[in-house]
C-alpha cells in the first residue's frame, strides 16, 4: 500500500516562510518523478514543481525563486521549501508520485502521476 504523507503546512504572514515535507511509504521512492501541487479555492489544481531521482527540477512560473523542491532518497522524503510567501499562494499542497520509471524530463502535467497525498493547508495573509 503506497501513502504519501505531506506536513509543515499552517499559517503566515506575508514574506515568511514554511517548509512541507511528504513522508512516501510503500513505494519505491528513490526510482521515479515526485512533484508537489496546490489547489485554491475554487480554483483549478496546478503544478508547483517537480524533481526526477537525478536533481533535474521544474518550477511554476509564478514560484520561481521562491520555493526550492528536493528530495532525500535515504530518508523516503519530499520536501518544498516555500519563501517570500504571498497572499496568493495560498492552497492545499499535495505530494505526487508516479509509479512507473519516467524517461523525459521533470514533469508538472498531473496526469503523469499515479499516488497523491491527502494534502496540507497553506495560508498566507496580508
Known amino acids: 500500500q503506497v501513502q504519501l504523507v505531506e506536513s509543515g503546512g499552517g499559517s503566515v504572514q506575508s514574506g515568511g516562510s514554511l517548509r512541507l515535507s511528504c513522508a512516501a511509504s510503500?513505494?519505491?521512492?528513490?526510482?521515479?518523478?515526485m512533484s508537489w501541487f496546490r489547489q485554491a479555492p475554487e480554483k483549478e489544481r496546478e503544478g508547483v514543481a517537480a524533481?526526477?531521482?537525478?536533481?533535474?527540477?521544474t518550477y511554476a512560473d509564478s514560484v520561481k525563486g521562491r520555493f526550492t523542491i528536493s528530495r532525500d532518497n535515504a530518508k523516503n522524503t519530499l520536501y518544498l521549501q516555500m519563501n517570500s510567501l504571498k497572499p496568493e499562494d495560498t492552497a492545499v499542497y499535495y505530494c505526487?508520485?508516479?509509479?512507473?520509471?519516467?524517461?523525459?524530463?521533470?514533469?508538472?502535467?498531473?496526469?503523469?502521476?499515479?499516488?497523491w497525498g491527502q494534502g496540507t493547508q497553506v495560508t498566507v495573509s496580508s
Open positions: 505526487a508520485a508516479r509509479s512507473a520509471y519516467w524517461y523525459w524530463g521533470p514533469s508538472l502535467q498531473q496526469s503523469d502521476y499515479t499516488y
Open positions: 510503500g513505494y519505491t521512492y528513490s526510482s521515479n518523478l
Open positions: 524533481i526526477l531521482k537525478d536533481g533535474r527540477t
